[in-house]
């Protein structure tokens, strides 16, 4: 059978601008590449400076030409949003998709967590998205796509014995402000349908940074029976489910969380 035309390409990002939030971080190194590898331009934002840069030059001469803008970024900041996109707007003249993945994480226990730092994780997982995406939407002039970053934790609890001693545990402020975040993605999918702007998130399952992996090997394997797939998440395994969301190949899909977990919360 012969694919019709439209199909082809039905991925391709070539002229979308993706302004990729928290760009500069383990998962969306391998994200911004994907994305640059589609043909889009992007920009990274991200308020880690050592690793914005690092990121910026080694996409630069991966990607060489003029697609992408690095910019000093802080979620928690409603003038840095406005400043960023503003940004966007005059680099590239248009912005059509948005991937948040910035968080916040205090890490400490239930006991020892004061009103104070639960405010301010709220105040950038919660009050920073909300912010960010109203903020992308209404420069988003042609409809486009709003990706936010969830998590499992969003959706199930962590077992918190299943943590050797001195491991930090996932807390409670983390699940707490990706749960809000999947529903932020509903509402806000309902907010901009008409204008062409879908809103989905992600959330991803087991991807624990190299240094984790190497301490705590045991928990690897605790964190790996949980999957289906018997193994832990590797870095770049978000991507594509990224890039999928950001294209035409998604275009009826809105208000929706993906779970990229190895169906850690299919059992
Ligand atoms: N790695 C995992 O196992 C896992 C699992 C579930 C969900 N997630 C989610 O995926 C996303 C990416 O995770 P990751 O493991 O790549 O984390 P990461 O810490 O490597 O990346 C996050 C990036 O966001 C940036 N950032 C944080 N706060 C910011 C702020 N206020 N303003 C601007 N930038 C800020 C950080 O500097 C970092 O570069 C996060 O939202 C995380 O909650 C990760």
Known sequence: MNNSRENIGMFNLTNRVVFVAGGAGYLTLPVCRALLEQGA????????????????????????GDSILGLDFDIADEDSIANSIEGILKK?????????????????????????????ANSINITGTFLLVRAAAEAMENG????????????ISP???DYPGKMEKNPAEYGAGKAAINQLAR????????QNIRVNAI?????????????????????????????????????????????????????QVLSV???????
Not at 46 to 57: G, M, P, R, S, Y
């Open 203 to 255: 959330a991803p399952g087991p991807f624990p940074w190299e240094s984790v992996q190497v301490e705590y090997p045991d928990f690897m394997k605790k964190l790996s029976a949980k999957t289906m797939l018997g193994r832990i998440g590797r870095r770049d395994e978000i991507a594509g489910t990224v890039v999928y969301l950001a294209s035409d190949a998604s275009s009826y899909m809105t208000g």
């Open 261 to 267: 977990d190895g169906g850690v919360t299919a059992w």
């Open 159 to 161: 077992n918190q014995s």
């Open 144 to 155: 486009g796509s709003i990706i936010l970053f969830s998590s499992m934790y969003g959706l």
């Open 92 to 120: 590239f003249g248009r912005l059509d998709c948005l991937v948040n993945a910035t968080y916040r994480n205090v890490g400490k226990s239930v006991k020892d967590l004061t009103s104070g730092e639960f405010n301010q």
């Open 41 to 64: 331009r992007i920009a990274i934002g991200d308020f880690n400076l050592e690793n914005l840069k690092a990121a910026v030059d080694v996409l630069s001469t991966e990607f060489p």
């Open 187 to 194: 509402f806000m999918a309902g907010e901009y349908g008409k």
